[in-house]
């Protein structure tokens, strides 16, 4: 086997609280709101709030979130669609006449209404404990005082600074905010965002609603129509959340638990179906450096294919769309599914009817208590629209270049509508335990439900722990373009040189990158052991890990 950087990736315990996040000022937030007594909504509230300013090329107020809550009082598993929908004067024939045959990646036609603060509003209606102040306070305090530029940050927005000057010219609000000196951060400059901490304090002071119907609320509307977006102070009134229930599967008698549509979570459930459909490798197979099984690795290529097709043929707003979960989640679909592997020879499938793309954090919280929290929340593309208000701070999201201009497409563009997501958070539960086992999740785009799977296997079908199930080399699929079919596959040069070899003798284009790259996503996990803080006489405790491609840091205590 070759040899490996030795990268650490820390396996952090406690027993009375832990966060995870992709960076580690935010899972620092997250902890003092845990050790002040806060419930795990809270940590994660304060948590997400400190990513959109430190990391704001993967999340922020302007972007869309979805949750899994489990609470432990109740003994029961929620779930929060907190994803935005198209403006109420979205008009696909409109744009379809003016030439378009697809939306623009970047841009205010591809603005949807921003879901994540309303949907903090009400998962703190229901669970918080602290106040707003207590909550955003870290966030309000880095926002004003600045955090240094570190090499993710910087690299973010000189990366697509090109986009932006071609989406909106140069001198946009996004230069004038992320780039106000006229040249690349400097690490370790420090970077204030005065405008966005102003409108954090006022979220704190007047409430989470203000967002949508409110002062901010105004200024948001005038800041998009004068960039020539449609969305009107109308469409952030009348925005709300949704509480649902979780999807779940079962896989080697583990229940995975996920987000509905219009979450990817569907599409990871599929792949783990398909998977539990073959014998897996020994559990020996798996370990620090990947599996090392290439028949394992080009079966789950395969069932990703296979999934993403459902997708593409199905996924969308459930309120506009009907979509057969029941059936899609079946293991006589993945039966079906499984029949159609060839387990000697890669398939070419049909091409996306939807674009690629990522830009992401994933965070997981567990308190005192036992609650827990699995958040996704998201910008889209990194920094999404590129459209960024230097008022107000706020910069939004490109989820609409998601939608479908083709009408017959069950994604279409239609007004208040919401579009596909790739994002879903996710829970393990143990056979015959009511408690969650692992929380987890991972940022990536259409890598999302392939590195869940990945993450599930290591955990189920090799034992090992959660470091080494988010830490270990992974893979995933996809097309060279937007609407390519997904064929080439991307896998970290840490795999063993032989089973990267045996990929491509079965037919994968194989794109070999470097050790632990970020590119290919970042997993969290928090794991509750033997029942975590709320297991009868003490005997539970805490165990947590992040992403050795991330810069965040486990937290707990």
């Known amino acids: ?48 709030a400190v990513l959109g300013v ?18 432990e009082a109740d003994g029961r598993e929620t779930s929060l669609n907190g994803s935005g929908r198209s403006p109420a004067a979205a008009d696909p024939e409109a744009l379809r006449a003016s030439g378009l045959a697809t939306l623009p990646y970047r841009g205010p036609l591809s603005v949807t209404v921003p879901g994540a603060v309303r949907s903090w509003g009400d998962a703190h209606g229901r669970h918080g404990r602290l106040s707003r102040a207590e909550v955003l306070a870290a966030a309000i305090e880095l926002a004003w005082e600045g955090f240094p530029a570190w090499d993710g940050f910087i690299s973010a927005v000189e990366g697509v600074l090109p986009d932006v000057r071609a989406a909106l010219g140069d001198g946009s609000g996004f230069e004038q905010v992320y780039r106000p000196s006229g040249r690349p951060w400097r690490p370790g400059e420090r970077v204030r965002l005065p405008a966005l901490a102003a409108t954090l304090e006022r979220l704190a002071d007047v409430g989470f609603d203000d967002f949508y119907d409110g002062e901010v609320a105004e200024r948001q509307a005038s800041c998009l129509a004068a960039v020539g977006s449609t969305i009107t102070v109308e469409d952030l009134r009348e925005h709300t959340s949704t509480w649902t229930e979780p999807i779940e599967t079962t896989y080697r008698g583990v229940r995975v638990t996920t987000h509905p549509p219009n979450s990817s979570g569907i599409v990871a459930l599929e792949i783990l179906n398909v998977l539990e459909a073959f014998e897996p490798p020994a559990a020996a197979a798996f370990g620090p450096d990947g599996v090392d099984d290439a028949r394992w690795i080009h079966l789950g290529i395969e069932a990703s294919k296979l999934a993403m097709a459902d997708r593409d043929f199905h996924l969308s707003d459930p309120d506009f769309v009907d979509i057969p979960v029941d059936t899609l989640l079946s293991k006589a679909h993945a039966a079906e599914l499984a029949r159609l592997v060839d387990p000697d020879r890669a398939a070419r499938p ?87 086992w692992v929380v987890t999740g991972s940022m990536g785009g259409d890598a999302q439900p392939q590195i869940h799977a990945q993450v599930v296997s290591a955990l189920v079908d090799g034992g090992v722990d959660i470091a080494t199930a988010v830490g270990a080399p992974r893979w995933f699929v996809d097309g060279e373009e ?8 991307r896998a970290e040069r840490r795999f063993p040189a032989a089973v990267l070899d045996a990929l491509e003798a079965k037919g994968h284009p194989l794109l070999r990158t470097i050790p632990f790259n970020g590119a290919l996503g970042h997993a969290h996990a928090v794991e509750l052991v033997d029942g975590g803080p709320a297991a009868e006489d003490g005997v539970g405790s805490l165990a947590a890990a992040t992403d050795p491609r991330s810069a965040g840091l486990p937290a707990v205590w």
């Not at 430190?54 to 609470?71: E, K, N, R, T, Y």
């Not at 596909?420 to 539960?429: I, K, Q, S, V």
């Not at 937007?482 to 596959?489: D, E, M, R, S, T």
């Open 1 to 48: 086997m070759p040899d490996r950087p030795l990268v650490p990736m820390p396996l952090v315990r406690g027993a009375r609280g832990a966060v995870v996040a992709p960076h580690h000022l935010a899972t620092a937030a997250g902890l003092a709101i845990l050790r002040a007594g806060g419930h795990a909504v809270d940590a994660a509230i304060a948590t997400n």
């Open 54 to 71: 430190v990391q704001p090329s993967g999340c922020g107020v302007g972007g869309d979130a979805f949750w899994l809550i489990w609470d």
């Open 350 to 436: 049909p091409a996306a009817t939807l674009p690629r793309g990522g830009g992401t954090i994933y965070l997981a919280t567990v308190d005192g208590d036992g609650n827990a929290v699995s958040l996704i929340e998201s910008n889209y593309m990194g920094f999404g629209s590129g459209v960024v208000d230097p008022a107000t701070g706020i910069h939004y999201q490109n989820r609409g270049s998601y939608f479908s201009l083709d009408p017959d497409h069950p994604n279409a563009l239609a007004p208040r509508k919401r579009t596909l997501h790739t994002l879903l958070p996710g829970m393990l539960f143990r056979s015959g335990e009511r408690r969650p």
């Open 482 to 489: 937007h609407f390519a079919p997904p064929v080439n596959v």
